[in-house]
């Protein structure tokens, strides 16, 4: 079974740009989570998907949003990006049911110049 | 506000040493503690405890959880440098859905 597939690996872009990036989830699994990590903040929540509806979100500002479509593939995007967003974002798949182990793709490393 | 905290940041260990790392937790809506390893990339599932007082296994590997004193530990015996890596802890809350709370993680390296 395929893991947790994440693209692009790596992106570099400017501050005031904007960045969207793609997780596509272990075949079957329908709830989709997105992580930031940082080496000052470690991982932490931005939002979770399930079934196309966003149920959770983390305490990070508006500029961070998300969508998941019918196949559970899922974007992030972030808008107007400052040097703070340079992170590994990561995204993690489960069966969605509460109580599931989720499972992480390999990320995306943003740098912002 | 919910916290996960891990000890020690970091350790550096000789192979075949045993180590134990640390997890305490205060959160609320507590359903689950897992466990994670990350080395370069993604962060690699190793176990989900639930129950306290129950062990978990894998290999070398295994894990308990006290959900009296709030807190596990993760096991790992006979190590080898390919043990090297980010131990992570999280714990699974339910406020509008499931979601993780991490710890800052232990570094641990396994020298030759």
Same mark, same amino acid.
């Given at each position: 079974k395929a893991g947790v597939t994440q693209t692009p690996r790596y992106l570099i872009k400017t501050r005031g740009q904007q960045v969207t990036l793609s997780c596509s989830p272990i075949s079957g699994h329908r709830s989709v989570s997105w992580y930031q990590q940082t080496p000052g903040q470690g991982l932490q929540f931005l939002f979770e998907y399930f079934s196309e509806t966003q149920r959770n979100k983390g &305490?990070?500002? %508006?500029r961070f949003s998300g969508r998941q479509f019918s196949n559970s593939r899922s974007e992030m995007n972030v808008s107007t *990006?400052? *040097? %703070?967003?340079s992170a590994l974002y990561l995204c993690a798949s489960s069966l %969605? %049911?509460? &109580?599931q182990p989720q499972h992480f793709g390999d990320g995306t490393r943003l740098s912002i110049l | 506000e919910d916290k996960v905290v891990q000890s020690p940041l970091s350790l550096v260990v000789h192979e075949g040493d045993t180590v134990t790392l640390n997890c305490s937790y205060e959160v609320t809506n507590f359903r689950s503690l897992l466990w994670y390893k990350q080395e370069k990339k993604a962060p690699t599932f190793l176990f989900m405890l639930t129950s306290s007082g129950i062990e978990k296994k894998s290999g070398r590997l295994s894990s308990i959880l006290d959900k009296k004193e709030l807190f596990s530990i993760l096991n790992i015996t006979a $190590?080898? $440098?390919?043990?090297?890596a980010i131990y992570l802890c999280a714990v699974g809350i339910v406020d509008s859905s499931y979601k993780l709370i991490f710890g800052s993680g232990t570094r641990l390296l396994v020298r030759p």
């Open positions: &305490n990070f500002p %508006g *990006l400052e *040097l %703070g967003d %969605g %049911g509460g &109580n | $190590t080898q $440098t390919g043990d090297s």
